[in-house]
């Protein structure tokens, strides 16, 4: 009887709560085991269809269905779309079954939307009211579905509508179990993601208080979770989230102290995953923020965390072979991960800490890491080498770690180049003038032989340490002559110029002996260098950095060297060198022969008598200028005369530093700071990159002494040149002519709003953003000179045709056209621009492209002319069109399938959502979608809801497919509310940077941004 009684309760629970029986829904079950019982996917595919077609009829039909049947059926739809079919109806019916108050009907239809539906889909409103009546339900386990629904899809939608709600339901019901409470944060967390700007500090501070002084471990990981969303955010200044160090402090002191419930110990480390948030969470507040209580708890709880024994993964002894692991190997390598986990963090938060962490533990800490870069496990090395190379930062750590140095060199050898780059962050970080000469030299070995993408960062770092801490700037001097002959590629004209400007010295720098010294050995390399090579060919960087210090210091050479000789070495490299070079050796050329006219005149006339006639209108120019002065020999002596000292400012603020990713000690980082320094690899930054320094230091301005004399000839000097092309002249007259949009991601916002560069009543940005979508137009408007451009696009290609036509009624001429080169597009001009052009005249500059990779901002096309003899050159550095939306190509779809590849993709990094008030009617779409986006309207497309497809081409080839070239999927949707002429652009592709560019071109042209 007893027996009895207890199944009878217990089926008496279960109908209250709504759960079925095992042997309820056997149409479930047989479907299953048909699936499971066909022989081969073809018949999988027609019984699967056979039964959707069967649902679809039933929900179709005007009689009712009851409870039970639909959730049946929608749990048919589940398992087929698991099994990988579409399922593209029953959506209704599973928000039905939302609003049941049976538990097993609610538990199908949220699940049904959890899985069916993308966070952006116009259904999940219905389903809203739902959610909010089962969030305030008496039943734990009906809050519970709902709470994890909005976890599961989070989005706009439901930020929208539900943040409000579970907040309060958080903050003013003190009833809640830990249960409830845990999903809660979770929601908030997906929540706040999404829309940052409702969180209030001055009520959530005390409630996270709280929360953390809860001793249930779940609900603790899920506040810290919540708690380090809201500071990654960066919302909120870190100063209103004060009050809540002294919680989290002890909190993690209980854990350490062994406060857990053992069924939250993985592998016997109590509660990793919280330890490592609550010591995370630590690391954003600054130090001056911690009390002296709270101070020396986290520097006993960071003792106590170093002082524990790690378990270590057993190493096959040397001559035997690798064994089978068995569960106890893999038991201590898991519970090895999670004490390294809270290790490396832990070191983290030291780091942070600085001086005011305890001694014996930075101690402590540098032999543990002293073991780490020891370790047999790659990730244990690479997070030694990176760790290490933080705490470096602090100069006092720098006795401690110096005995390490002769095995971090040795890991500059792995075959692993994230272990090799993290070693040589380290080895930056610890090199003084006391062992800079052996980092330095292995590095130099190192060089010859490292990979390309290793080398320019390596070529940076070490011309930065020669100079820092060599005992004198001969050895610098030596260094870089060294790099140009070991990986003369990687040494870019930043480094020549660094050499330049060391050599010439600086104001306030070395004694004028010392300087005349260090000239003279300058010019003494370079003469070596361009001699001893015999018929070699000497590489680009080495004639131009060698030719340059012959021209400038060549009269310190030894006497025993003839004035003919320092000619022949510098001019027999003229033939072979590039543009730059032979401009660069034309003026040394010019600089002999005025400190030895007598005897170079004979050679250095008939040079510049034939250039005069050269292709080169850079180098027609020079000659002609040069020949004009030397008829004043005074004139020609103060022209060509040795270059001044530098600013001291120019000693301070090295370009190649700025070049690099500065290593910060902190690991607490913002989401977008994170995603910034993502933009470049390794340690160097590329040309270009926002969020890095500029490469202009502002040499220039800070010399004093007036623009160098040499400046004239086109920048053959590399005097004000820090990082910068020698085509930056400074502008006459305000920058108006610069082409920019801030849609195009551009660094310069110029007024288009008046004077010259635009049409009457348009401005250089206006023209510029209709040639962005039109084939040819208007890109630049003034009373010299206008341009007209023509685009022509296939695949992966393009060609631009830019006219060039003097509208005035005087000639213009000394035009000159430059094509920075950039990593995501390969450009090539096919013939020459004009160099002139009379009143009237025209010409055209043809340029093709190749499009390598996505991008945001386009391609520059820099131009410079005179409009007057012996004027100013006016420099006029455009933009060119061809945005990421030029190279995709249509591709048509239906309708079914768009929606169907549409919902696989959504999901950060892929997906974009930008809402905002409508610049133009939808009617206007279709025109956009096609003409300007040039992609494809999918049919079925409406004023309120337009979709399109195409595919983005690029011309590097497609691993993954032998023979192809890489193309990217990419789909538009477009949503309209009338009533309040609101816009919505979902973008989605199969990679995160086409997603971000096309979404950022879309919405320039669709959408005022909502404030």
């Known amino acids: 009887m007893a027996m009895k009684g207890m199944a009878a309760a217990a089926r008496s629970a279960q109908e209250k709560l709504g759960f079925e029986a095992p042997s309820h829904m056997k149409g479930l079950q047989v479907f299953i085991a048909d699936i499971r019982n066909c022989p081969n996917k073809e018949q999988e595919e027609k019984r699967v269809e056979k039964e959707l077609s069967k649902i679809r009829v039933k929900f179709t039909q005007t009689k009712a269905i009851s409870g039970y049947d639909k959730k049946k059926y929608v749990w048919k739809l589940l398992y087929a779309y698991m099994l990988g079919y579409e399922v593209d109806f029953g959506h209704f019916q599973a928000v039905e079954l939302c609003s049941s108050s049976k538990f097993s009907e609610k538990t199908a239809g949220y699940l049904a939307i959890s899985l069916l539906l993308a966070d952006n889909n116009e259904i999940l409103r219905l389903v809203v009211n739902s959610i909010k009546h089962d969030m305030g339900s008496n039943m734990e386990h009906h809050a519970a579905l709902a709470l994890n629904t909005v976890a599961n899809i989070g989005g706009v939608e439901f930020a929208d509508n539900l943040f409000g709600d579970i907040s309060r339901m958080l903050l003013q019901n003190n009833a809640l179990s830990a249960y409830i409470k845990r999903k809660a944060c979770i929601c908030l967390l997906r929540l706040y993601r999404r829309d940052n700007d409702t969180l209030q500090p001055d009520l959530w501070k005390p409630k996270l208080v709280q929360l953390f002084q809860d001793r249930d471990v779940g609900l603790l990981t899920s506040a810290s979770g919540f708690m380090l969303g809201i500071l990654e955010a960066g919302t909120h200044p870190i100063a209103e989230w004060g009050g809540v160090v002294p919680a989290v402090g002890q909190c993690l002191q209980n854990l350490v102290q062994g406060e857990c419930p053992e069924h939250y110990e993985y592998y016997h480390v109590p509660a990793p995953w919280l330890q490592t948030k609550l010591l995370r969470i630590l690391q954003f507040f600054p130090v001056a923020m911690f009390t002296p209580d709270v101070l020396n708890r986290i520097n006993g709880i960071l003792h106590s965390i170093l002082s524990k024994p790690t378990a270590q993964r057993a190493q096959p002894a040397a001559g035997t072979t690798m064994k089978k692991r068995c569960k106890a190997d893999a038991e201590r390598q898991n519970r090895s991960n999670a004490e390294h986990a809270i290790l490396f963090e832990a070191m983290n938060l030291m780091i942070e800490l600085g001086d005011r962490c305890d001694p014996d533990t930075l101690r402590s800490s540098a032999g543990l890491l002293g073991t780490f870069i020891s370790s047999t496990d790659p990730n244990i090395r690479y997070l030694g080498l990176e760790t290490m190379a933080r705490l470096a930062i602090m100069q006092t750590m720098h006795e401690h770690l110096e005995r390490y140095k002769n095995l971090i060199l040795e890991k500059m ?211 002609c200028e040069l020949l004009q002065m030397m008829r004043d020999e005074d004139f020609l002596d103060h022209v060509l005369f040795t270059m001044p000292a530098y600013a001291e400012s120019v000693q301070q603020n090295n370009p190649l530093v700025q070049r690099l990713k500065f290593q910060t000690k902190s690991r607490a980082h913002t989401r977008a700071q994170l995603e910034e320094a993502a933009k470049s690899e390794g340690g160097v930054l590329k040309t270009g990159a926002r969020g890095g320094r500029s490469p202009r230091s502002g040499e220039d301005s800070a010399r004093g002494d007036g623009a160098s004399p040499t400046n004239n000839f086109g920048g053959a000097s590399p005097r004000g040149q820090s990082g910068s092309p020698p085509t930056g002249q400074p502008q006459r007259g305000p920058p108006q002519a610069s082409y920019s949009a801030s849609e195009s991601g551009s660094e310069e916002d110029n007024s288009p709003a008046a004077g010259p560069g635009g049409a009457e009543g348009q401005g250089p940005r206006d023209l510029w953003t209709q040639l962005c ?46 094509l920075p080169e950039v990593p995501f597009m390969r450009l090539q001009a096919a013939n020459e621009p004009p160099q002139s052009l009379g009143p009237g005249q025209q010409a ?163 959408a005022v941004p909502a404030p």
């Open 773 to 818: 979508i039109m084939p040819q137009g208007r890109l630049y408007t003034s009373p010299t000179l206008n341009l007209d451009l023509k685009q022509e696009y296939n695949l992966s290609t393009g060609r631009l045709t830019i006219m060039f036509n003097n509208p005035g009624k005087d000639p213009i001429g000394n035009i000159r056209v430059h």
């Open 844 to 1006: 055209a500059h043809f340029v093709q492209m190749t499009c390598l990779r996505p991008f945001l901002q386009p391609a520059k096309y820099l131009v410079e002319y005179c409009d007057r003899p012996g004027g100013q050159p006016i420099q006029l550095p455009f933009m060119l069109p061809s945005v990421l939306t030029k190279f995709i190509t249509p591709a048509e779809m239906q309708m079914a399938a768009f929606r169907q590849y549409f919902e696989s993709m959504a999901g950060a990094p892929r997906d974009s959502t930008t809402t905002g008030v409508a610049k133009v009617p939808p009617t206007q779409w279709p025109n956009y979608l096609t003409k300007a986006f040039n992609m494809h309207l999918v049919e079925g497309s409406n004023p309120s809801c337009a979709m399109a497809c195409g595919t983005f081409n690029a011309g590097t080839a497609d691993p993954s497919k032998p023979g192809a070239m890489t193309t990217v999927p990419c789909m538009v949707r477009l949503e309209y509310n009338e009533a309040q002429n609101m816009i919505r652009i979902t973008t989605r592709t199969q990679h995160g940077e086409v997603t971000q560019s096309l979404a950022q071109i879309i919405a320039t042209y669709l």
């Open 413 to 623: 050898h792995e075959p692993d180049i994230s272990i090799r780059r993290q070693a040589l962050n380290l080895l930056y970080a610890l090199c003084t003038p006391e062992n800079w000469q052996q980092i330095v030299d292995e590095l130099l070995e190192i060089l010859s032989h490292s990979d390309l993408l290793l080398q320019e960062e390596l070529v940076l770092k070490i011309a930065i340490l020669a100079e820092r801490n060599a005992p004198n700037f001969g050895w610098y001097v030596d260094v870089v002559f060294r790099m140009l002959e070991s990986a003369p590629d990687s040494v870019s004209d930043e480094v020549w110029y660094r050499v330049v400007q060391v050599v010439t010295g600086f104001e306030e720098g070395l004694p004028e002996q010392e300087k005349t010294k260090l000239q003279s050995h300058a010019a003494g390399k370079a003469f070596q260098n361009l001699t001893r090579q015999g018929s070699a060919v000497v590489h680009d960087t080495l004639v131009k950095l060698g030719s340059y210090l012959i021209g400038e210091f060549g009269h310190l050479l030894p006497q025993n060297i003839p004035a003919k000789a320092k000619f022949d070495c510098v001019f027999k490299h003229y033939n072979r060198g590039g543009a730059q070079s032979k401009a660069i050796i034309m003026l040394a050329c010019a600089k002999l022969l005025n400190a030895n006219p007598d005897t170079l005149k004979p050679a250095v006339l008939p040079l510049l008598e034939d250039l005069q006639e050269a292709h080169d209108v850079e180098l027609q120019q020079r000659s």
